[in-house]
């Protein structure tokens, strides 16, 4: 690792300046200097990155979306990751066991099928449904008395993001980009309306371009420009199990459409989620005890044999979702301040979409156009003003 404090500690100016180093800024950072724009700086008021979201997430990655945008965000990404060590030299853990998606309604089915017939519409080509009896093959400990199907996609898996988000930004600094820790953004600052630099806890620093890639602290790193950004964040919790080989490890992610349990192999044990509808927005970051039974009866429900799983509390997080209000992501201008951009509201997927977030975004400042997606305008900041909201149905 360089030593990335010290590259270029005095910065008086900045092509581009990013609020945050998490798995997207520093999606973004790399990026910029592969793209030949070197002079970025990353500004992170943590002493060391991942201690926002990045480091709480569950690595899942996927391309079962019911969008077409966050479809081609995941068909950018999850490529990225397959080829990630050959691209940068470095790991993004990406193991490609799957998303299985377990339907135990009709009307789960019928969602499952719409949705494929879109995602091989826009080139996901290995995504199939199941009959119970392939779903019981694939995870012969499931109670399958009630599924009636289910859809499967085997380049879905996981990555490890704290691999990536360093990967990247070793990489960008290595092509110019400097990162500094333990600094806070703490004014953005206007001329004639647009972006002319940045207050930090070290001092101003100018630059024609902010990229706002504060997770689950968005609004207010917006707000610091005068730009209202809808961005909640939202509690979030993860049980990792204590070693279990009851199970197959080479299992794929498990969703269980009944009630939004899903559960993946991590370690030697499972890592187990379920996203409480009953929690409300806000910076809570404690882990709840009470929530480990909440897990535990959908587990041993869906898994009869995880009755016998060993949970130590301790080990348990809680980290933020960054929900936006139609539950994709926010990336691009924000026309009001020219040289503002967003990446921000990625409400569960911002790991599974930062390489194509970074992509997009660079696109955008360097060339004011790209093609990952066929419009990133629906994505645009000024969709909320204009009430041209998406809908997403598979928040996980
Ligand atoms: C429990 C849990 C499970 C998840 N599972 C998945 C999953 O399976 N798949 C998936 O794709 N996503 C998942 N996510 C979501 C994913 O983790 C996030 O969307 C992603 O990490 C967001 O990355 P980020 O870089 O935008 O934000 P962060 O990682 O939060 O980084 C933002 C950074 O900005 C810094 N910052 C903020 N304000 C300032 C400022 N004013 N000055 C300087 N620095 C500042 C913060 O210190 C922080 O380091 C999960 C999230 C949680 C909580």
Request: charged share 20%; with cysteine; hydrophobic share 40%.
């Amino acid at each position: 690792m360089l030593p990335l404090d010290e590259a270029n500690t005095n910065l008086p100016t900045a092509d581009v300046i990013i609020i945050g180093s998490g798995i997207v800024g520093s999606s973004v950072a790399w990026h910029l200097t592969q793209a030949g724009c070197r002079n970025v700086l990353m500004v992170e008021r943590e002493s060391h990155q991942g201690k926002g979201s990045t480091g709480k997430s569950m690595g899942g990655v996927r391309a079962q979306f019911a969008t077409p945008v966050n479809i081609q965000m995941s068909l950018y990404s999850i490529p990225f990751y397959a080829s990630f060590e050959e691209r940068l030299g470095l790991p993004s853990e990406y193991r490609p066991q799957g998303y299985l998606f377990v339907a135990t309604k009709p009307s789960h089915l019928d969602y499952l099928r719409t949705n494929q017939t879109l995602q091989k519409s826009l080139g996901l080509k290995q995504v199939r449904m199941l009959t119970r009896d392939e779903i019981v093959a694939i995870v012969p400990q499931l109670r399958s008395d009630d599924v009636l199907g289910g859809s499967f996609c085997p380049t879905d898996g996981f990555v490890d993001p704290y691999s990536v988000m360093v990967g990247f930004t070793t990489r960008a600094c290595e092509q110019g980009a400097t990162l500094w820790r333990s600094t806070e953004v703490t004014g953005i600052n206007l001329e004639n309306g647009r972006i002319n630099g940045v207050e930090t806890t070290r001092g101003p620093v100018s630059t024609p371009v902010v990229v706002n890639a504060a997770g689950p602290w968005a609004a207010q790193a917006a707000a610091l420009a005068g730009v209202d950004l809808p961005v909640e964040p939202l509690r979030r919790m993860l049980v990792p199990t204590e070693p279990f080989d009851g199970v197959s490890h080479a299992i794929p992610m498990v969703i269980d459409m009944t009630n939004g349990f899903h559960f993946r192999p991590e370690s030697l044990g499972f890592l187990l989620a379920w996203n409480d509808p009953e929690e409300t927005p806000g910076y809570k970051t404690d882990f709840e005890p009470s929530f480990i039974e909440k897990i535990l009866v959908r587990a041993a429900d869906r898994v009869p044999c995880f009755e016998n799983l060993a949970v130590n509390p301790k080990r348990a997080w809680a980290g933020l979702y960054e929900m936006s209000p139609d539950h994709h992501a926010i990336i691009g201008p924000v026309h009001e301040v020219p040289g503002f951009f967003c990446a921000n509201g990625f409400s569960g997927h911002g790991v599974m979409h930062a390489p194509a977030t970074g992509k997009i975004l660079s696109d955008l400042i360097l060339r004011g156009a790209t093609d990952v997606v066929d419009s990133a305008e629906v994505l645009s900041p000024g969709r909320f003003a204009k009430g041209a909201l998406l809908h997403e149905t598979a928040v996980l």
